[in-house]
């Protein structure tokens, strides 16, 4: 594996924003930090609603809907403890839009037999943000709606659906060179399926759907898909017509309701496989695309982004820098830093050229108790209208109230970036932290690893 900035890998041992600084300087790199936080703990503008604070939730896919794709117990445990943690805007985790799309057989599923059941999770989570924080306090709840594609399997085995063949990402996941990509006609059937799963969301209580185009999922492999023929490939316009036709379908089927999208602007996987990537086969990024396509989505009505990066499947590093790796993993030949500097800086740019875009920041977990000076940086230059993390809230779901409360984060409530969430995912889930909630959580990961060793 190529690595954007061969560095030594190291795992956090910062005590002191100072020590970071020299570690950047160490790097020939920078990070934004202001050490003024007020500005993430006032309330803001998104999708057309006043949400109370610029802190947000990343989606974080749980593994523990029941078989037809309704959110079990520790679904709804996990969004309660999100809404009584007091971020601003809780972006749920992904959610199939059929059946044939979910990521894993616990993935949940959005279809009018389901409906019922997001419903009683978003009254849940209302109703856990108002016993916490006051009547007055309502996040923001966005539904991510999704196509697993290539990493299908809505059974126990894999069922992939690629759109386009892939030499690094098939050998990774054992896809032959014969095997079949979805057809146009298939293609073109699924922007009303998403916009059924819309209408259902915002029937559920939802305040907003994202049509998720990041991470290696059908309708972002398609924006890489260079060597696919015919009208979804080849051509920049081929390449976004999924993803545009999603979008009309969706704002047509529910005029009302705001539609964001969480989309990748760096794949990390080199030109002619990665979208947002230079010609020249290297690593380096080339935002023409990405930016091209935005302005595109802004037109056709899309209100807010939130930027990702990389493939989880395939290069987790590059969007979740960590200390230690899930599994087998790898342990990357580059500095944690470096990728979220990386992050913060092709959002900077994506910012600078696209101004009228409403930017959601990603890939800040690793920072520990020091992501909101970082945070507030990026919301207060107006690069970010709000800051996210991931692995943060499931380490640590009040995160957002001792900022408002106490002005800071509590060190040992922090995520420490060890993967145990991510390797629980690999494994089928049910995820949550194995570290800080760990009586729920570290049996379900020994029992997955006493699992691995018998078979
Ligand atoms: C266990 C796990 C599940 C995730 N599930 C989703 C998901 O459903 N949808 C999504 O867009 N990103 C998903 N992500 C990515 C996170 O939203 C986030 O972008 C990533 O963890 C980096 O942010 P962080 O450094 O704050 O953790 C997941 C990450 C992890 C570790
Ligand atoms: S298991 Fe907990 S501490 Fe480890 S990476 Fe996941 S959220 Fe962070």
Same mark, same amino acid.
């Given at each position: 594996?190529?690595?954007?900035?061969? =560095?030594?890998? %190291?795992?956090?041992?910062?005590?002191?924003?100072?020590?970071? %600084?020299?570690?950047?300087?160490?790097?020939?790199?920078?990070?934004?930090?202001?050490?003024?936080?007020? #500005?993430?703990?006032?309330?803001?503008?998104l999708a057309?609603r006043?949400v109370p604070n610029?802190l947000l939730i990343h989606p974080m896919e749980g593994?523990d809907s029941?078989?037809?794709?309704r959110p079990g117990e520790l679904t709804l445990r996990r969004y309660r403890r999100f809404a009584a943690g007091g971020a601003g805007v809780i972006w749920a985790e992904?959610i199939?839009?059929?059946?044939?799309?979910?990521?894993?057989?616990?993935?949940l599923?959005l279809?009018?037999?389901t409906r019922d059941s997001f419903a009683r999770m978003v009254e849940e989570a209302h109703a856990a943000a108002r016993e916490a924080l006051g009547e007055a306090h309502r996040p923001l709840l966005i539904a991510q709606?999704?196509?697993?594609?290539?990493?299908?399997?809505?059974? =126990?085995?894999?069922? !992939?659906?690629?759109?386009?063949?892939?030499?690094?990402?098939?050998?990774?996941?054992?896809?032959? =060179?014969?095997? !079949?990509?979805?057809?146009?006609?298939? +293609?073109?059937?699924?922007?009303?399926?998403?916009?059924?799963?819309?209408?259902?969301a915002a029937e559920a209580g939802f305040d907003a759907v994202d049509?998720?185009?990041?991470?290696?999922?059908?309708?972002?492999?398609?924006?890489?898909?260079?060597?696919?023929?015919?009208? *979804?490939?080849?051509?920049?316009?081929?390449?976004?017509?999924?993803?545009?036709?999603?979008?009309?379908?969706?704002?047509?089927?529910?005029?009302?309701?705001?539609?964001?999208?969480?989309?990748?602007? *760096?794949?990390?996987?080199?030109?002619?496989?990665?979208?947002?990537?230079?010609?020249?086969?290297?690593?380096?990024?080339?935002?023409?695309? !990405?930016?091209?396509?935005?302005?595109?989505? #802004?037109?056709?009505?899309?209100?807010?982004?939130?930027?990702?990066?990389?493939?989880?499947? *395939?290069?987790?590093?590059?969007?979740?820098?960590?200390?230690?790796?899930?599994?087998?993993?790898?342990?990357?030949?580059?500095?944690? +830093?470096?990728?979220?500097?990386?992050?913060? %800086?092709?959002?900077?740019?994506?910012?600078?050229?696209?101004?009228?875009?409403?930017?959601?920041?990603?890939?800040?977990?690793?920072?520990?108790?020091?992501?909101?000076? #970082?945070?507030?940086?990026?919301?207060?230059?107006?690069?970010?209208?709000?800051?996210?993390?991931?692995?943060?809230a499931l380490?640590?779901p009040d995160f957002a109230r001792?900022?408002?409360?106490?002005?800071?984060?509590?060190?040992?409530?922090?995520?420490?970036?060890?993967?145990?969430?991510?390797?629980?995912?690999?494994?089928?889930?049910?995820?949550g932290?194995?570290?800080?909630?760990?009586?729920?959580?570290?049996?379900?990961?020994?029992?997955?690893?006493?699992?691995?060793?018998?078979?």
């Amino acid at each position: 594996m190529q690595f954007f900035h061969p =560095s030594f890998h %190291e795992r956090f041992r910062f005590t002191d924003w100072s020590q970071i %600084e020299a570690k950047l300087a160490e790097l020939g790199l920078s990070l934004p930090r202001s050490p003024d936080l007020s #500005v993430l703990t006032r309330p803001v503008e998104l999708a057309g609603r006043t949400v109370p604070n610029a802190l947000l939730i990343h989606p974080m896919e749980g593994c523990d809907s029941d078989e037809l794709g309704r959110p079990g117990e520790l679904t709804l445990r996990r969004y309660r403890r999100f809404a009584a943690g007091g971020a601003g805007v809780i972006w749920a985790e992904a959610i199939a839009v059929l059946p044939e799309g979910r990521g894993n057989p616990h993935q949940l599923c959005l279809l009018s037999e389901t409906r019922d059941s997001f419903a009683r999770m978003v009254e849940e989570a209302h109703a856990a943000a108002r016993e916490a924080l006051g009547e007055a306090h309502r996040p923001l709840l966005i539904a991510q709606l999704k196509h697993a594609g290539r990493y299908s399997r809505p059974e =126990s085995a894999p069922a !992939p659906i690629i759109a386009r063949h892939c030499p690094p990402l098939d050998k990774a996941r054992g896809i032959p =060179s014969d095997y !079949p990509v979805i057809s146009d006609a298939e +293609l073109a059937a699924l922007p009303e399926r998403f916009a059924a799963a819309a209408r259902l969301a915002a029937e559920a209580g939802f305040d907003a759907v994202d049509v998720k185009a990041c991470h290696g999922y059908l309708l972002h492999e398609l924006l890489g898909a260079y060597t696919r023929e015919g009208p *979804y490939g080849g051509e920049f316009e081929n390449r976004v017509r999924l993803l545009l036709d999603t979008v009309a379908a969706v704002r047509a089927e529910v005029p009302g309701l705001p539609v964001g999208t969480r989309l990748n602007v *760096y794949d990390a996987l080199p030109h002619p496989w990665g979208f947002g990537m230079a010609a020249d086969g290297s690593l380096r990024p080339d935002l023409k695309e !990405p930016l091209r396509l935005m302005r595109r989505l #802004v037109k056709a009505g899309v209100s807010f982004f939130n930027l990702a990066y990389g493939n989880p499947y *395939y290069n987790p590093h590059v969007e979740r820098p960590y200390d230690t790796p899930a599994g087998a993993g790898y342990v990357p030949q580059e500095h944690p +830093l470096a990728g979220v500097a990386l992050m913060c %800086e092709l959002h900077r740019q994506v910012h600078e050229a696209l101004p009228e875009a409403v930017l959601i920041a990603t890939g800040l977990s690793w920072l520990r108790q020091f992501f909101p000076c #970082v945070a507030a940086a990026m919301v207060g230059a107006g690069e970010a209208r709000l800051a996210g993390v991931g692995r943060m809230a499931l380490a640590y779901p009040d995160f957002a109230r001792d900022l408002l409360e106490r002005g800071e984060l509590a060190p040992e409530k922090v995520c420490i970036t060890c993967s145990g969430c991510s390797q629980l995912m690999r494994g089928g889930g049910p995820v949550g932290c194995v570290v800080r909630d760990r009586e729920v959580y570290r049996p379900l990961f020994l029992a997955q690893k006493r699992n691995e060793g018998q078979s």
